[in-house]
């Protein structure tokens, strides 16, 4: 039976955003870009930031000023709101909160911790994107979550930012 339960395991797709200088604003631009490649009609697509309470604080205040012309709804996962906001912002990869959501599509990590079960992550979120940047204790840990995906069998990706224009 073991066996089974392994195949019905989903595979997520895992981009690594690596070498980033700035994590907080590169979160903002790539969560403008995820968010506004939902098609016109569709259900509200959810984007789970995960980080540290104090990032979330100062990307909390960077979503509704990095742009003059965007408009990013977010909010904290427990709060009121939450359940209606394409955009939540989390310390916790398994908030209680999160199992109120219909469905999340793309869960991006901006923190250094492993999640404590790789596994049910990547079953929960068919996109995760672990942003690393070019802090080394930041690069290593990716390392290591890089490791922990692929001995999955993840389907990984990796966008080197040192070399973007």
């Known amino acids: 039976m073991s066996k089974n339960k392994r195949k019905e395991q989903l595979m997520a797709r895992i981009d690594f955003h690596s070498n980033v200088s700035d994590k907080l604003q590169y979160a903002c631009r790539l969560t403008r870009k995820i968010w506004s490649a939902t098609p016109a009609g569709q259900p509200v697509r959810h984007i789970v930031m995960v980080g540290e309470r104090s990032d979330l604080q100062k990307l909390d205040e960077l979503l509704w000023t990095f742009s003059a012309i965007d408009f990013l709804p977010h909010a904290f996962i ?60 930041e690069r290593l840990a990716g390392r290591e979550r890089y490791k922990a995906y692929r001995d999955l069998g993840h389907e990984l990706h990796n966008f080197d930012q040192s070399k973007a224009g």
């Open 78 to 137: 427990d709060d009121e709101a939450a359940i209606e906001s394409p955009i939540l912002l989390s310390e916790d990869f398994f908030a209680p909160a999160l199992s109120n959501l219909p469905h999340a599509d793309v869960l991006i990590h901006l923190g250094m911790r492993m999640p404590s079960d790789v596994a049910a992550l990547a079953n929960r979120f068919p996109r995760i994107v672990e942003v690393v940047t070019i802090n080394e204790a």
